[in-house]
């Protein structure tokens, strides 16, 4: 089970930290990756974490603005948001899977997801 929290109401430019808890058994070989859904919209990948190594992968929109972390002990994974802009709003999952895929199908694990809106 992978539960998040961390969401809110922001305001443009603020910053906000979600984090993602996993209950049950968790490898050195899965990948935790958030994703997010904008009203209307199809989910799309933010960024992962590989476990093993804590390398991080992010796409184009983020990148450099937000930022994945692990703690492997407490079973958890957090993602650092900085300079919001109000096209981050949207529902926010963590999930898992054995490789840092765009693609919402190569993960077999889910979280119920946490909204974040940011207004202008």
């Known amino acids: 089970q992978l539960v998040e929290s961390g969401g809110g109401l922001v305001q443009a430019g603020d910053s906000l930290r979600l984090s993602c808890a996993a209950s049950g058994r968790m490898f050195s070989s899965h990948v935790v990756a958030w994703f997010r859904r904008a009203p209307g919209k199809e989910r799309e990948f933010v960024g992962a974490i590989r476990r093993s190594n804590g390398r991080t992968y992010y796409s184009d929109s983020v990148k450099d603005r937000f930022h994945i972390s692990k703690n492997n002990a407490e079973n958890t994974v957090s993602l650092q948001m900085n300079s919001l802009k109000p096209e981050d709003t949207g529902d926010y999952y963590c999930?898992?899977?054995?490789?840092?895929?765009?693609?919402?199908?190569?993960?077999?694990?889910w979280g119920q997801g946490t909204l974040v809106t940011v207004s202008s």
């Open positions: 999930a898992v899977g054995t490789s840092p895929s765009y693609s919402t199908t190569d993960y077999f694990r």
